[in-house]
């Protein structure tokens, strides 16, 4: 029987088959999970619809996280399908491309606060509306980068949205421990999708890697999906509030 056998989970940030979250989405149906999904506009219904179909989705329904009717509307639907469920999946970010290179001095006001909004609010608000429909025991993971925690060249904007990320899943992990919700995130190392190619420089990330994290390679979309699923997992029942990363090491290079 798979370590999710039973479970019902629910999966934000599919734009195509190199997302993060299509590779965790078909880990979690291997062991078990029954799924639904979302997509961020109508430009991603054609990607993502045959995803779900592949994956046997529940649903799949179109959530832009910064609009709350669909925010509302997705969560009706959640209700109708699921009733309750056990897992949320959040792998959300983005910043506007000329925040991502240059000097992080010149970000702008706009940017600066979208970034903010869907890449870190978007799970606040993801967490609210899952409290009330999430079992005990329920678990939920996000995506983050360790340009959060030190100057990585590009990152800029994102690094810091990444830093709101962070410390909101500790604090959701507070809040939400009393009803044995869990919540934790994988800071992992480049993957090259589609968000990661708004990143000037991309492929120097990429060799850096290669070249000094103590595993000598890059991380898969595999490696990730196999955290996600321990996190999700009964196997991390005493896991909250962390952050597991998923870099090849990279992370305790000085
Ligand atoms: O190197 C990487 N790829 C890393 C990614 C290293 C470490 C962390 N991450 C994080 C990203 O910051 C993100 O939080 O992993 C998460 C998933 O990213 P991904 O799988 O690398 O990228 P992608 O396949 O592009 O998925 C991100 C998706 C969006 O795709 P696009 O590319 O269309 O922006 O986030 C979703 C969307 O599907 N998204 C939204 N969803 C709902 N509402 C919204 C929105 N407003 N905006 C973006």
Redesign the pocket.
Same mark, same amino acid.
């Given at each position: 029987m798979g370590l999710l056998a039973g479970k019902k989970a629910l999966i934000?940030?599919? *734009?195509?088959n190199? @997302? &993060?979250?299509y590779a965790i989405a078909k880990k979690f149906k291997e062991e078990g999970a029954e799924l639904g999904f979302t997509?961020?506009g109508d430009a =991603?219904k054609r990607r993502v619809e045959p995803i779900s179909e592949e994956l046997g989705g529940k649903f799949c329904v179109k959530?832009?996280?910064?609009n709350e009717d669909e925010l509302q509307s997705t969560f009706e639907v959640v209700e109708k399908e699921f009733g309750k469920f056990d897992i949320l999946v959040h @792998? &959300? *970010?983005?910043a506007p491309a000329e925040d991502l290179k240059g000097r992080f001095i010149d970000t702008s006001k706009e940017g600066f606060l979208k970034a903010m909004e &869907? @890449?870190a609010y978007s799970l606040v608000r993801l967490a609210k509306l899952s409290e009330p429909l999430m079992n005990e025991g329920g678990s939920i993971v996000t995506?983050?980068?360790y340009g959060s925690v030190k100057v990585v060249k590009n990152y800029n904007l994102m690094g810091v949205a990444k830093a709101a990320l962070e410390s909101s899943m500790r604090y959701l992990a507070n809040d939400l421990g009393e009803k044995k919700i869990r919540i934790n995130a994988i800071s *992992?190392g480049? &993957?090259k999708? =589609? #968000? #990661?190619s708004g990143i000037a420089g991309f492929r120097t990330i990429l060799s850096l890697i290669e070249e000094r994290a103590p595993l000598k390679r890059n991380v898969t979309q595999e490696d990730v999906a196999k955290a996600a699923l321990f996190l999700c997992s009964d196997m991390a029942s005493g896991v909250t509030g962390d952050i597991l990363y998923v870099d090849s090491g990279y992370n305790i290079l000085g």
């Open positions: 934000f940030g599919v *734009a195509n190199k @997302s &993060i979250a997509y961020a =991603l959530c832009d996280v910064t @792998s &959300i *970010a983005f &869907i @890449s995506m983050t980068y *992992a480049p &993957i999708t =589609l #968000a #990661a």
